[in-house]
């Protein structure tokens, strides 16, 4: 394990950890970090002219063994087409990056968050799910959360699902919530839905609302902020 770098604190600046958000696309999981408290960089292996905060173009992994440790916390988000119901309809494969990139997390001896979608939840170590309704977004968007480094939360009561919601791809109807995946319509209103105003339909499809991090980003806080207590 590589040995963490001691994160320094001047008492007379506010509290704003170093976060690291890995395979970032365009920012949703990095947004609501960042309005927890968080000074946020992203890293991705494609450029993200959209992302919204600062971004190195580079392999996750690399990059986390690399730098890891020098973050309070990282969060990463490993490329879901490989457990994407859609992707396995089409016939397409794509590369499993949750062992390898938790072995990286691992090695920072940081505490982390590793999301994914419902097919990869019997890869991940007691997931935590996260649903829109719990955050009063009008979508449902279930996402998985693996805590390690120390870190763990709570979710919030995850409330019925009364709201039918649109067919995959389909207009939203009336009285219904989107699902906003694949070639959806209504870019505008996914944004709107989502909290993410930035993003083009690309990016939405793909991302985790910010209503979601900033949860468990207060939750991070806290804890990074009692280590400094204790180890005060």
């Given at each position: 394990?590589?040995?963490?770098?001691?994160?320094?604190?001047?008492?007379a600046r506010p509290f704003r950890p170093r976060l690291l958000?890995?395979?970032?696309?365009?920012?949703?999981?990095?947004?609501g970090y960042r309005r927890a408290g968080f000074d946020v960089?992203?890293?991705?292996?494609?450029?993200?002219?959209?992302?919204?905060?600062?971004?190195?173009?580079?392999?996750?992994?690399?990059?986390?063994?690399?730098?890891?440790?020098?973050?309070?916390?990282?969060?990463?988000?490993?490329?879901?087409?490989?457990?994407?119901?859609?992707?396995?309809?089409?016939?397409?494969?794509?590369?499993?990056?949750?062992?390898?990139?938790?072995?990286?997390?691992?090695?920072?001896?940081?505490?982390?968050?590793?999301?994914?979608?419902?097919?990869?939840?019997?890869?991940?170590?007691?997931?935590?799910?996260?649903?829109?309704?719990?955050?009063?977004?009008?979508?449902?968007?279930?996402?998985?959360?693996?805590?390690?480094?120390?870190?763990?939360?709570?979710?919030?009561?995850?409330?019925?699902?009364?709201?039918?919601?649109?067919?995959?791809g389909r207009p939203v109807p009336p009285g219904h919530f989107?699902?906003?995946?694949?070639?959806?319509?209504?870019?505008?209103?996914?944004?709107?839905?989502?909290?993410?105003?930035?993003?083009?339909?690309?990016?939405?499809?793909?991302?985790?609302?910010?209503?979601?991090?900033?949860?468990?980003?207060?939750?991070?806080?806290?804890?990074?902020?009692?280590?400094?207590?204790?180890?005060?």
């Open positions: 394990m590589t040995q963490p770098v001691p994160i320094r604190r001047d008492a958000d890995a395979y970032c696309c365009q920012g949703g999981a990095g947004m960089t992203g890293v991705d292996i494609a450029a993200q002219p959209r992302y919204p905060l600062s971004f190195h173009q580079a392999d996750a992994i690399t990059f986390i063994r690399e730098f890891g440790a020098s973050f309070d916390f990282i969060h990463v988000s490993p490329p879901c087409q490989h457990d994407s119901d859609c992707q396995r309809l089409q016939g397409r494969t794509h590369p499993d990056l949750i062992g390898p990139t938790r072995e990286a997390l691992e090695a920072t001896g940081r505490p982390y968050v590793m999301e994914n979608v419902r097919g990869a939840v019997a890869k991940l170590r007691c997931p935590v799910m996260l649903c829109g309704a719990m955050f009063g977004l009008k979508t449902y968007r279930h996402r998985y959360f693996e805590t390690g480094g120390g870190f763990t939360f709570t979710p919030p009561p995850h409330p019925p699902h009364t709201v039918p919601q649109a067919k995959m989107g699902q906003y995946v694949g070639n959806f319509s209504g870019v505008e209103r996914a944004r709107q839905v989502m909290g993410v105003p930035w993003m083009n339909r690309d990016g939405i499809r793909e991302c985790i609302p910010p209503a979601y991090t900033e949860y468990i980003g207060r939750a991070a806080l806290a804890s990074l902020r009692m280590e400094l207590v204790v180890a005060a």
